[in-house]
């Protein structure tokens, strides 16, 4: 479910990010006469083309990493296993069970760490594997939150960066 839901947040973020990029291209592209007479003056046709094509390469990347499927994707492998787990007769067949597992993606690490945090740290549960009680003491929650807060910092700066460019050139001109 932790998968589901950041594949679903990835895929509305970038709907929102491309199209405010593409938002803000078409304003410089509109109000490039203004800056046609700055330093940058003479480049402002080929900063177009380069940000142009920054958008669409952009768009084509994120069509690639197909988050919107990968949350589907992992949605679907939930609720296969909720029905498995209501099945009583099924849950005593393994292979289903690993059956379900080999058809859809596996969760990620961050997503197996943000679980436990969010379970064992913050609500107080008790976890079990096969080892016995999941623990996630001080140190592997620190751990977890300069990760977490070192991805968001990682996303900021690619996700500011277009506009970084472009107010530098505002500057420049």
């Not at 940000?51 to 990968?70: E, M, P, Q, R």
């Not at 007769?89 to 058809?103: E, F, G, M, N």
């Not at 993606?105 to 080892?131: I, T």
């Amino acid at each position: 479910m932790q998968s589901h839901a950041r594949y679903t947040r990835y895929d509305l973020l970038s709907h929102i990010v491309l199209t405010a990029y593409s938002v803000l291209l078409l304003g410089f592209s509109v109000f490039s006469n203004h800056l046609s007479g700055s330093e940058i003056g003479p480049y402002i046709s080929e900063i177009s083309i380069v940000l142009s094509l920054s958008v669409l390469c952009a768009s084509l990347v994120i069509w690639g990493l197909k988050f919107g499927k990968t949350a589907d994707e992992h949605r679907e492998c939930y609720l296969a296993l909720q029905r498995l787990y209501e099945d009583d007769d099924a849950r005593k067949d393994a292979s289903t069970y690993h059956q379900i597992l080999d058809r859809y993606p596996n969760q990620s690490d961050f997503d197996y760490e943000a679980m436990l945090h969010r379970n064992v740290w913050c609500q107080g549960k008790v976890l079990l594997n096969r080892s016995g009680i999941v623990s996630f003491g001080l140190w592997r929650a620190t751990k977890f939150q300069i990760v977490r807060m070192l991805r968001i910092i990682l996303a900021a700066f690619v996700l500011t960066l277009p506009l970084t460019f472009l107010a530098i050139l505002y500057v420049a001109g």
